[in-house]
């Protein structure tokens, strides 16, 4: 991945840096415990080469802003002016401090080749060249290079039962994709490609939730710690932190049609919290919104639910939320739809 360009920073430290994936640790002899960008190549008579920057550095902190990947590094970049900044940097066994400058970022030049930059070492090329050819083995060279998207590719190819698939979503989630850990989690949680492991499950759906500056939160993984949080699965049962999740997840703004499902199913679960009070106070006037949010974005669960409310009382009504629901596959929803028109 490439410092440079990564941001279309107005400054930047004329270095190249990548993550410390498995193999890089292993080479290196690197221990568990060190996170942060590791360089892998300095621009001759730049500011980096004239402070000291060496190539196998890992990068550890950007002045008191601690570092855990790449995309940690170009964002503690891009919020500073050309100026010095202090790198906290380990080199073999030592911890030091350099300061160097920053300079202004070039201008992108002409586009390179792929497979000769992949010869050449560059993580993200090889990973662009294995989406090119859907070539899984290309995916793995560029996570081993360091590319947390090569990672999390060749995860996705390897399938849900392979155990590397499982090591390759641990690496693109500590470089932070968000994605990759909410992935892991579910694997852990349903043990493909390998043994389950509850708490850890709930651990990584908890930090997929969280996000990272890389690629934000990811809803799916806050869903699914809500539902392990509300049943004690893997943790001690918290229904009110379960609830708070999921409203927190409604309230956001969905970026493709698949995360509308996550946050729409978010709404009707806060919803139903309110409705039935558990993990919440039970206050109807509040679950109605959320579940009328989550209805409107075709979540089956919030319609069901809305028909329940108005079946005493308003029986057209309800009978429009059970069929929504009924429309979109709910069985359950199905059969209230038979029961209400029969009386």
Same mark, same amino acid.
């Given at each position: 991945m490439f410092a440079l360009l990564a941001l279309a *920073? @107005? %400054?930047? =430290? !004329?270095?190249?840096?990548?993550? +410390?994936?498995?193999? +890089?640790?292993? #080479?290196? *002899? +690197? !221990? #568990?415990?060190? @996170?942060g960008a590791i360089v892998r190549l300095v621009r001759i008579n730049g500011s980096a080469a004239r402070a000291g920057v060496r190539v196998g550095d890992v990068i550890q902190a950007v002045d008191d802003r =601690? +570092?855990?990947?790449? %995309?940690?590094f170009d964002h503690a970049i891009a919020s500073h002016a050309c100026d010095d900044v202090r790198l906290t940097i380990r080199r073999g066994t030592s911890t030091i401090e350099i300061i160097a400058r920053l300079t202004p970022t070039p201008k992108p030049g002409p586009h390179f080749d792929d497979q000769q930059a992949c010869r050449n070492g560059v993580p993200s090329s090889c990973t662009a060249l294995g989406k090119q050819h859907k070539a899984i083995d290309l995916f793995g060279l560029g996570c081993d290079l360091g590319d947390s998207e090569g990672c999390y590719l060749f995860a996705v190819n390897a399938g849900n039962n392979s155990s590397y698939a499982r090591a390759a979503y641990r690496q693109a989630c500590d470089d932070g994709n968000s994605l990759a850990c909410t992935n892991l989690g579910w694997m852990l949680q349903f043990g493909h490609g390998g043994r389950v492991d509850l708490e850890e499950a709930v651990r990584l759906y908890r930090k997929g939730c969280q996000g990272s500056s890389c690629t934000g939160p990811n809803n799916l993984g806050c869903v699914n710690a809500a539902r392990m949080l509300r049943e004690g699965s893997g943790v001690e049962a918290d229904q009110f932190e379960a609830t708070r999740i999921v409203r927190q997840v409604c309230d956001r703004t969905p970026v493709n049609d698949e995360d509308g499902r996550e946050i729409a199913h978010a709404c009707s679960l806060a919803g139903t919290a309110f409705l039935v009070g558990e993990g919440a106070e039970k206050n109807l006037q509040l679950a109605l919104p959320l579940l009328e949010k989550g209805c409107a974005a075709n979540d089956t669960f919030g319609c069901y639910n809305l028909g329940t409310i108005y079946e005493g009382s308003d029986k057209p009504r309800a009978l429009g939320y059970y069929q929504k629901a009924c429309d979109r596959g709910d069985q359950e929803a199905c059969a209230s739809v038979s029961a209400l028109r029969a009386r």
């Amino acid at each position: 991945m490439f410092a440079l360009l990564a941001l279309a *920073a @107005a %400054c930047t =430290l !004329p270095v190249e840096v990548t993550n +410390i994936s498995g193999r +890089i640790r292993h #080479d290196r *002899a +690197i !221990p #568990d415990y060190v @996170a942060g960008a590791i360089v892998r190549l300095v621009r001759i008579n730049g500011s980096a080469a004239r402070a000291g920057v060496r190539v196998g550095d890992v990068i550890q902190a950007v002045d008191d802003r =601690l +570092i855990q990947n790449v %995309c940690g590094f170009d964002h503690a970049i891009a919020s500073h002016a050309c100026d010095d900044v202090r790198l906290t940097i380990r080199r073999g066994t030592s911890t030091i401090e350099i300061i160097a400058r920053l300079t202004p970022t070039p201008k992108p030049g002409p586009h390179f080749d792929d497979q000769q930059a992949c010869r050449n070492g560059v993580p993200s090329s090889c990973t662009a060249l294995g989406k090119q050819h859907k070539a899984i083995d290309l995916f793995g060279l560029g996570c081993d290079l360091g590319d947390s998207e090569g990672c999390y590719l060749f995860a996705v190819n390897a399938g849900n039962n392979s155990s590397y698939a499982r090591a390759a979503y641990r690496q693109a989630c500590d470089d932070g994709n968000s994605l990759a850990c909410t992935n892991l989690g579910w694997m852990l949680q349903f043990g493909h490609g390998g043994r389950v492991d509850l708490e850890e499950a709930v651990r990584l759906y908890r930090k997929g939730c969280q996000g990272s500056s890389c690629t934000g939160p990811n809803n799916l993984g806050c869903v699914n710690a809500a539902r392990m949080l509300r049943e004690g699965s893997g943790v001690e049962a918290d229904q009110f932190e379960a609830t708070r999740i999921v409203r927190q997840v409604c309230d956001r703004t969905p970026v493709n049609d698949e995360d509308g499902r996550e946050i729409a199913h978010a709404c009707s679960l806060a919803g139903t919290a309110f409705l039935v009070g558990e993990g919440a106070e039970k206050n109807l006037q509040l679950a109605l919104p959320l579940l009328e949010k989550g209805c409107a974005a075709n979540d089956t669960f919030g319609c069901y639910n809305l028909g329940t409310i108005y079946e005493g009382s308003d029986k057209p009504r309800a009978l429009g939320y059970y069929q929504k629901a009924c429309d979109r596959g709910d069985q359950e929803a199905c059969a209230s739809v038979s029961a209400l028109r029969a009386r």
